[in-house]
């Protein structure tokens, strides 16, 4: 769609589930699972929307899915369906991998860097191999020296490749990578999480990552079990809710399943809900 002068295009790379419990921490199933159905291993489903901007002649990504490095146990536990993938998404838009410029990650969790690199030659090797990646330098060293609560979801043949052939342009806070392109750091899911803000004749779109995952994490106390920052996300979530619903923000959601991207409103009762833009 246009948002402005720029084009914003959602791409995914499939879809794949997490148990329901750590995704709505404190909330009770009774509660979380009326929107959001477990299977019989209390997995729900999730998408992996990554989002290609269009600005000033460059082709910019925003995150990268899974990727198709996992092996089989991880495939099967995290029940992968990457239908398409990434390559395929970014070819129904006329690109191939040679064609991206920059790529953002708001994190480095394997399902938003995961394809960042790609095997090949006994090794890895960035999936982009043109483009400069931007994540917060926090972010990357928390990622490099991961400890026993977050190893799980760092995993280094995702990130560490990029800083051997140079291709990293690490950040140290909210920064202007381009005119109307920025990142904003978004402190909760982890402490340098960053989220990214599209601004084009007056317009404005926030990809969110994982602030604010899907739709049904909309009201304040529904936060993930996986944030190491509880009380940060929350005090972050209200900010950015704010001044999304006071200036008309377009939001963008990476993991919901059937919702990709709307504005927030207001009910009776001041609690924010979601009007969906479809299509």
């Known amino acids: 769609m246009k948002l402005g002068a720029f084009d914003i295009q959602p791409v995914t790379d499939g879809r794949f589930r997490l148990d329901g419990g750590a995704m709505f921490g404190v909330v009770p199933r009774v509660l979380w699972e009326k929107c959001c159905p477990a299977d019989d291993q209390n997995r729900i489903q999730l998408a992996l929307t990554c989002l290609l901007i269009r600005a000033h002649g460059k082709h910019i990504l925003v995150d990268t899915g899974l990727g198709n490095k996992l092996d089989a146990k991880s495939q099967t536990m995290f029940a992968v369906d990457r239908t398409p993938p990434l390559h395929d998404s970014l070819h129904a838009q006329g690109l191939t991998a040679e064609d991206i410029h920059m790529v953002i990650n708001t994190h480095l969790h394997f399902d938003h860097s995961g394809g960042n690199t790609v095997s090949a030659n006994g090794g890895h090797l960035p999936t982009f191999p043109k483009a400069k990646y931007f994540v917060q330098r926090g972010e990357y060293e928390d990622a490099m ?3 026993e609560r977050t ?16 291709q990293w342009g690490f950040l140290q806070g909210d920064t202007e990578l381009l005119p109307g392109i920025s990142v904003v750091v978004t402190h909760g ?3 340098y999480h960053q989220g990214v803000k599209i601004e084009s004749e007056g317009k404005v779109a926030f990809y969110l990552g994982d602030l604010i995952p899907t739709v049904s994490h909309l009201p304040l106390p529904y936060i993930m079990g996986y944030d190491l920052y509880p009380l940060q996300t929350l005090a972050t979530k209200r900010w950015i809710l704010d001044r999304a619903f006071n200036e008309g923000w377009l939001l963008i959601f990476e993991h919901d399943p059937r919702v990709q991207m709307g504005y927030v409103k207001k009910d009776i009762e001041g609690k924010y809900y979601l009007e969906a833009v479809k299509g």
């Open 151 to 166: 190893k799980a979801s760092y995993r280094c043949e995702n990130f560490a490749p990029i800083e051997d052939l140079k």
């Open 189 to 191: 899911h982890t402490a």
């Open 145 to 147: 020296n991961a400890n």
